[in-house]
């Protein structure tokens, strides 16, 4: 039974360009959240898609998007990158009904240049 | 304003020794609390939870204890091992519907 999965492990990027980063829930987990976590911090709530909606949304600008599939797998999408959107981005599925259990993938490492 | 700090920042021990981490929080109302290691690069992985009414809980040589009334919580590490060398995150979690709330972290390095 996989775990939770993300890809790609790394990526450089420059500023002004756009990612796109995805996210496969563990088995029979329903929802997904990311969190953006930048070097010494502790993670940091992006947002949390279940049923293919956005459902809760922390402090990020618009600029962050994200969307969730029939298969509950999902994206987060960077815009306009800025060199502060260098970090590590997690991904974490659940069950919607204990949507606090949450277990987390491996990560992406952005790196904006 | 909802907040969960942790104390100390980083911490440099010697492999064997023991070791305790510090965790106060303000999140109110408190549904529970959970201590993470997340080692460099890597997702964190769940060690303990903990509801309001748990004292204190174990995981082999990580024992996590919990006072509701002063909203602290503390990570002891036991006989420590070069493997313990991560960064421990303490998340607490408020009422239902709401997001996580992490700590920053108390980074621990165990040297030989």
């Known amino acids: 039974d996989a775990g939770v999965t993300q890809s790609p492990t790394h990526l450089i990027k420059t500023r002004g360009q756009q990612v796109t980063l995805r996210c496969s829930p563990k088995?029979?987990?329903?929802?997904v959240s990311w969190y953006q976590q930048a070097l010494g911090q502790g993670p940091q709530f992006i947002f949390q898609?279940?049923?293919?909606?956005?459902?809760q949304r922390g402090n990020f600008p618009d600029r962050f998007s994200g969307h969730q599939f029939p298969n509950y797998s999902s994206e987060l999408n960077v815009n306009a990158l800025l060199l502060g959107d260098s970090a590590l981005y997690l991904c974490?599925?659940?069950?919607?009904?204990?949507?606090?259990?949450?277990?987390f993938g491996p990560g992406t490492r952005l790196t904006v240049l | 304003k909802n907040q969960v700090e942790q104390s100390p920042q980083s911490l440099i021990i010697l492999e064997g020794k023991n070791c305790t981490l510090q965790?106060?929080?303000?999140?109110?109302?408190?549904?529970?609390l959970r201590w993470y290691k997340q080692d460099t690069g890597r997702g964190p992985v769940s060690l303990t939870i903990?509801?309001?009414?748990?004292n204190t809980k174990s995981n082999g040589r990580y024992t996590a204890t919990l006072d509701a009334d002063t909203k602290q919580s503390s990570l002891h590490i036991t006989a420590s091992q070069l493997s313990d060398s991560a960064s421990y995150i303490c998340?607490?979690?408020?009422?239902?519907?709401?997001?996580?709330?992490f700590g920053k972290g108390t980074t621990l390095s165990v040297s030989s």
């Open positions: 998340v607490v979690s408020g009422q239902a519907g709401t997001a996580l709330i």
């Open positions: 903990m509801t309001f009414s748990e």
């Open positions: 088995s029979g987990h329903d929802t």
């Open positions: 898609y279940y049923e293919e909606e956005e459902r």
């Open positions: 965790c106060n929080y303000t999140v109110s109302p408190f549904s529970n």
């Open positions: 974490a599925s659940s069950l919607w009904r204990d949507v606090n259990e949450q277990f």
